[in-house]
């Protein structure tokens, strides 16, 4: 399959700490991008990091890529309660703006 | 602000109905994308456009149609509405530069769609 591959498959953490989702892929990518769905809504571009960037910072979010191992981690500092939602790393294989995503991983941030 | 809208949240419909998802993005994108979302599978991707009167199937094509008329639009149909359609459909679109995907995609909130 072509699609990214995410662990954990669910993540449950307290208010405060950071948590840690990860993604693998098999093709050579140009970029790889994360996004957020809260429960019921659409998704929400979070952050993308080109292939030959190894790191990119956006507020509490920080992402690492790493195209040796052609995978990617996902870090939330200081976790809140707002930020229990899925979360998707997807990346495009094809022309035209096509993107695979990543089956999901679902945080939940008890307060 | 980016907005994409999908005509309807929440659609409930009959077995053997041609249902209609309505898809409206404001942000002049070249690419619009259909996806169903279903527990377990993820994301998978029915349609796609890069232009007007432009499609391309993506992984699962099979009982769905499209239509884009106008840029802004983009019609997802099911041509005759099956139990197994059931599932939250979701809307995005996407600027192209320099040929390839390098932007992000936008969504809009999805419709819940029940058929019975």
């Known amino acids: 399959s072509q699609q990214g591959e995410e662990d954990p498959q669910a993540l449950s953490i307290q208010e405060g700490e950071n948590a840690t989702m990860n993604c693998s892929y098999k093709t050579s990518i140009n970029n790889l991008q994360w996004y957020r769905q809260n429960s019921g809504r659409g998704l929400v571009h979070l952050i993308l990091?080109?292939?030959?960037?190894r790191e990119k910072h956006s507020g509490r979010l920080r992402v690492t890529l790493d195209t040796s191992k052609k995978s990617s981690s996902l870090l939330i500092t200081a976790s809140r309660a707002a930020d229990t939602a899925s979360y998707f790393c997807?990346?495009?294989?094809?022309?035209?703006?096509?993107?695979?995503f990543g089956q999901g991983t679902i945080l939940t941030v008890h307060p | 602000d980016v907005k994409v809208t999908q005509s309807s949240r929440y659609l409930v419909k009959r077995t053997g109905e041609k249902v209609f998802l309505e898809c409206v993005q404001d942000?002049?994108?070249?690419?619009m994308f259909w996806y169903r979302q279903d527990p377990g599978l993820g994301l998978r991707l029915i349609y796609f456009s890069y232009d007007v009167k432009m499609k391309e199937k993506g992984d699962i094509p099979e009982g769905y149609s499209v239509s884009r008329e106008k840029k802004e639009r983009f019609s997802l149909i099911l041509e005759s509405a099956s139990t197994n359609q059931t599932s939250m459909y979701l809307c995005?679109?996407?600027?192209?530069?320099?040929?390839?995907?390098?932007?992000?995609?936008?969504f809009g909130d999805g419709t819940r769609l029940s058929i019975l």
């Open positions: 995005a679109s996407s600027s192209i530069v320099r040929g390839y995907s390098n932007q992000p995609q936008h």
């Open positions: 990091i080109r292939s030959n960037e």
């Open positions: 942000m002049d994108h070249e690419n």
């Open positions: 997807a990346f495009p294989i094809v022309f035209y703006g096509k993107l695979t």
